[in-house]
Structure formats: C-alpha cells, structure tokens
C-alpha cells in the first residue's frame, strides 16, 4: 500500500515521506522514538495515537499523516492542509509512567502542561535551523514566521490528555501555496514557502522536529518535569513573541482581559499586568496580538 501509493503521486514540489527512512534514522538505541508510522491519509492522528493509548501502547509513538481530514485545533477549530503539503504528526508520551531503564521518576501530573511549550521549542528551532526563517512562539500554542507586514501563523500544537497518556498534535504548513491558505479571523494563515523557506522538504523538518523533543522531553523528565532547572523555561521566554505585547486575551469561561503580557512563569502560565493590584495569570485562553 506505501510502495503504491509513493509511486502514485503526481505534484513533485511535494514528494512523500518514506516511514522506512524515517524509522532508520529516528527509532534508534537510546532513542524516545520506538515507533515511526505514515499514513497515506486519517481523519485525526491525535485520535489515532490516543486509540492506541487506549490499548496499552507505550510511550514513543509517531504517527504522520500525509493527508488528514478531520484535523483538530483548539476548541475544535479545523486544521486542514492538502495532501503532502504539510507536516501533519501526533506523538505518544507518557510522563507519569516511571522509566526505570533512564532512570525517569513520574512527573507530576501537575506539570504536564509544560508538555505543548516543550513541543513548540522543539518547533521553533527545527524550523529556524532547516529554513533559517526568524520564526517566534505565540503562547501557548502557535508558531509565527514573518509574513507581510507582520507575522503569520504556519504551525499549531494540541496536547490532549489519553487516560494516563498525553498524545501531542503537531500541524505544519509546508509546502502551502498562498492561494491553498484558509481565510482566518485573527492572524493570517502562512506557510514556510510563502514566507520564503529557501527549503521546504518536510523530511529534514520531521527529523529535526522529532530529535529536538526528544532531547528536550528526556531534559525535561531528567528535571522532574522542573521546566527551569532543564533550561526549558528560559528558552521559551527567548523565543516568545507573545511577551513584551499588548495582549487581549478570551478566557475559556467567557471573560477577557487586556494587558501587557510580562513573562511566563514557572508553570508556563502566561502574566499579564492589567493595571490591577495583582498581574493576571492565565493557564489557557485564546490570546490576540494588539497591534
């Protein structure tokens, strides 16, 4: 079924990645990754890998999809790309499950929210290093690359809870043509080709992508999940660009905030000094940019 479909595809701005060659140079001695699978195409691989939660499979599961049809983002936005256009990936992790073989203690549960951060750190430098475009973190779950006379959005991250596990969602547009990019109501829709990647293979990013999280998710469980003593902390705040801004942020019970976002603390909430006597710590919400 991969041969044939590998064989099939027609647009050669975007050729298919192989699972075979990803597996070779991922799942490796030592490695977090044990499994690496591509799919032609699913309705959510965030679904996918938390039904495979569901049945016992261990931590250290990739599943790409080269198409997938019934993506999610948060609140249940739809997230679409065409096929091979993006780099469409959930991971399987579990960070309360002791690791005797590293030497890993449970991290509390607590401190799981640290987890779509980690992701986006690992995001951000993969695409900095294979396609040397400035691209900036917007907290807690986007990626900005320049686009236009501002930024753009061209990746986004879900974390989602799968019993004891915690499945990673990962959405990135590639190979996107400006004409194929949705309409969105708050910043614009971008891909790393429109924004000017000299490169936009998507097997360099998975690999670069999948190797950083696991050097920052093995930090970050050496650490007890203690996302300051691993470095993770100081790295996200560099590569932040929500902090420093006039935010508006809509809470998840219907309220909002306005304020300048000052830091992120400890526990990756986001700060924001609104002007009363106490900054305003937000653990989720949507967050827009003022300009």
């Known amino acids: 079924m991969a041969s044939s479909y590998s064989e099939s595809y027609s647009d050669l701005d975007r050729p298919p990645l192989s699972a075979r060659s ?3 140079a991922l799942v490796t001695p030592g490695a977090l990754w044990k499994r690496v699978e591509v799919l032609p195409e699913t309705g959510s691989t965030n679904a996918d ?3 495979a939660a569901a049945t016992g499979e261990p931590e250290g599961l990739v599943l790409i999809a080269e198409s997938q049809v019934a ?3 948060r609140r249940d936005r739809q997230w679409f790309s065409p096929p091979r256009a993006g780099l469409t990936l959930s991971v399987l992790l579990r960070p309360g499950a002791a690791d005797p073989a590293r030497d890993w203690a449970p991290v509390p549960a607590a401190r799981s929210g640290w ?5 986006g750190v690992a995001l951000r430098e993969a695409v900095i290093r294979t396609t040397g475009l400035e691209a900036t973190l917007k907290w807690p779950n986007d ?3 320049p686009s236009g006379d501002g930024d753009g959005k061209c990746a986004g991250l879900l974390a989602e809870m799968a019993g004891d596990a915690v499945v990673i969602g990962i959405g990135v547009n590639v190979g996107t043509r400006a004409e194929e990019l949705p309409e969105t109501t708050g910043l614009p829709a971008t891909s790393l080709r429109v924004a000017g990647a000299a490169e936009f ?3 360099p990013l998975a690999r670069a992508l999948l190797r950083g999280l696991d050097r920052w998710y093995s930090g970050w469980r050496e650490a007890g999940g203690d996302a300051e003593m691993c470095g993770l902390l100081g790295e996200y705040r560099r590569g932040c660009s929500t902090i420093g801004r006039t935010v508006r942020v809509l809470l998840p019970g219907g309220g909002e905030a306005t304020g300048e976002a000052v830091t992120v603390d400890g526990d990756g909430q986001l700060v924001i000094r609104t002007g009363d006597a106490a900054d305003l710590r937000v653990s989720a919400g949507d967050v827009l940019h003022v300009r």
């Open 22 to 24: 990803l597996s070779r």
């Open 49 to 51: 890998v938390a039904a």
């Open 71 to 73: 993506g999610r983002g």
């Open 115 to 119: 987890l779509p951060l980690l992701a």
């Open 143 to 145: 990626l900005l690359v």
């Open 201 to 203: 293979d998507r097997d």
